[in-house]
């Protein structure tokens, strides 16, 4: 970030501190989120899944995060972005406490805190998303991406400090309630320093004459916003694909100790946030169709190595490809619903719904598939989707240039 941004005036100086903040926000849903992934593959030895139950049992935590997405605009509107975040960091990390506890007795507990989690992070989500678009607008440059370059970074954080309890054989107990009791503590304190509620929480279409509830269903009937749901769908389905299940396919495909496969997991993650974080340039010359599509068909030469590589050095090279391609494709789209400011908040909303569609069936797809294919084969599902979405990449072109 240069330091010629806005100067130090009391006005300014809220946006920068807010910008801090966002940060911030954006890397604690991330550190949970990584954390968790982490330890997937031992969860699933200590309850004995194959690979389709795996899946269904991930299901629990898309079901969470889609139950919370429709919700969570009209829960920003009364709450305001601040106290969303926070509660919804203390909601996650609740999740992640019952998983620590729980996963030792039984498949039930499990399936209560991921739900907590995904309710937690779906809620978490649009809300820093709608904070993080309005100070991008006050802030006069675009910084979107490298805000999820900060969730990125907290992924990558998450899932080294995951490898590192693999590694010295630390339980998961012990150290998913460290994980939760740090975000319980942290994010919410930070939080604090967020544009005031009132600025992000209410606008245009959020008036006397239109309900929050009224303005997001509005939006599900808008054809580019539907479209750019649909770009985001297929990029989340290759993220989440790789959060899921890189480090399971290194360890029983591959047949690497848990510790490699989860270090592959993280070179994954590492590759997406350094992406988001200098593919600004990228965007800013070359425009959004011309690097979405370029992304996707990096990610699907990425995901053919992963898949195909037979050595793990290639799979390892493949991990790399697979995160830089999948990572401009979620916070683009977010760019791209909230191109208008009057109707960003609603079309956030939409888009980010449809996204998180992929992780409420990408998990049990890729399960399915792993019980006739292997995990590794049924991981080319997500080269068909990348596929269809270069198709409608042009609907991710900011309108006045449509026009």
Not at 370 to 397: E, N, Y
Request: net charge neutral; hydrophobic share 55%; aromatic share 8%.
């Amino acid at each position: 970030m240069s330091s010629a941004g806005p100067g130090l005036d009391p006005a300014a100086s809220a946006v920068r501190s807010a910008l801090v903040a966002t940060y911030a926000a954006f890397i604690g849903a991330g550190f949970v989120g990584a954390s968790f992934a982490s330890r997937i593959p031992q969860v699933r030895d200590r309850l004995e899944l194959a690979p389709s139950q795996l899946g269904l049992v991930l299901l629990a935590l898309a079901a969470g995060s889609l139950l919370a997405l429709p919700l969570s605009g009209v829960v920003v509107h009364r709450f305001g972005t601040r106290r969303t975040v926070a509660l919804m960091a203390v909601t996650a990390a609740v999740g992640v406490s019952v998983i620590a506890l729980g996963y030792e007795h039984g498949v039930p507990a499990v399936l209560a805190g991921l739900f907590l989690l995904g309710f937690g992070n779906g809620a978490w989500d649009v809300a820093m998303n709608v904070q993080g678009a309005d100070v991008e607008r006050r802030w006069g440059r675009a910084v979107m991406p490298r805000f999820h370059a900060g969730f990125s970074v907290g992924t990558v954080v998450g899932a080294l400090i995951g490898a590192a309890m693999v590694a010295l054989t630390v339980g998961v107990t012990v150290h998913l309630l460290i994980v939760a009791a740090v975000v319980a503590l942290v994010v919410p304190v930070w939080v604090r320093r967020f544009l005031p509620d009132r600025q992000v929480a209410a606008g245009p279409e959020e008036g006397a004459t239109d309900s929050a509830e009224g303005s997001v269903f509005a939006r599900w009937r808008e054809p580019r916003t539907l479209l750019v749901g649909l770009v985001v769908l297929a990029f989340a389905f290759a993220e989440g694909a790789g959060n899921d299940w890189i480090g399971i396919s290194l360890i029983d495909s591959y047949q690497l100790p848990a510790s490699v496969g989860t270090l592959g997991f993280a070179t994954f993650l590492a590759a997406m946030t350094t992406m988001r974080w200098f593919g600004t340039r990228l965007l800013d010359r070359y425009g959004r169709v011309v690097v979405v599509r370029a992304m996707a068909g990096l990610a699907v030469v990425g995901l053919l190595l992963f898949v195909f590589g037979t050595v793990p050095l290639v799979a390892f090279a493949g991990a790399v490809l697979w995160g830089l391609g999948a990572a401009l494709g979620f916070p683009v789209g977010m760019s791209a619903a909230a191109d208008e400011p009057d109707a960003a908040a609603g079309r956030v909303s939409v888009v980010a719904s449809i996204g998180y569609c992929a992780f409420l069936g990408g998990p049990p797809l890729v399960g399915f598939l792993g019980d006739h294919v292997t995990v590794l084969k049924g991981l080319l599902a997500v080269v068909v989707l990348l596929g269809l979405a270069i198709l409608v990449t042009p609907a991710m072109r900011p309108p006045h240039e449509s026009r």
